[in-house]
């Protein structure tokens, strides 16, 4: 009974009255979707005119560039560290081989290939490693 009295006095009251206020002020935070996505990195704003050729491609155009910064910022992937073997001006030159059978062994990066002649291996972007067939 003590504990009944004790309540309804005005300080019990008061005491209860604020606790059910407090209850009732809970805030809730969003976080949102999720992680935000990082921006993409800048490419450079501007390369050397410093001359160390590079044969990058892009689909199926082959290009040489002066440079591997100069390559990778007109979106090209780099494929090798000098310049196309057709020489890849301009791009996607196309190689025109003789018909002369002399078969050879080429190389592209694990995969072994014969080719009928020399020609056609490096037209191809093998790289020769052996006469006659692999």
Known sequence: ???????????????????AVLAACTVVVDDGPGP?????RPGPQFCTKQYEPVCARRGGDRQTFANA???DRA???IVRDSPCRDGG?????????TREYA???ARRGG???TFPNACE????DYRIVGGGRC
Request: aromatic content about 12%; charged content about 20%; proline content about 8%.
């Open 121 to 124: 291996a490096r037209a191809a």
């Open 69 to 71: 910064c100069l390559a």
């Open 36 to 40: 935000r996505p990082r921006p993409p």
């Open 1 to 19: 009974m003590r504990f009944l009295a004790a309540i309804f006095s005005r300080q019990g009251f008061v005491v209860l009255f604020l606790s």
């Open 89 to 97: 001006e301009g791009g996607g030159e196309q190689t025109f081989c």
């Open 111 to 113: 995969e072994l290939r």
């Open 75 to 77: 979106g090209y992937r």
């Open 103 to 105: 078969p050879v062994c």
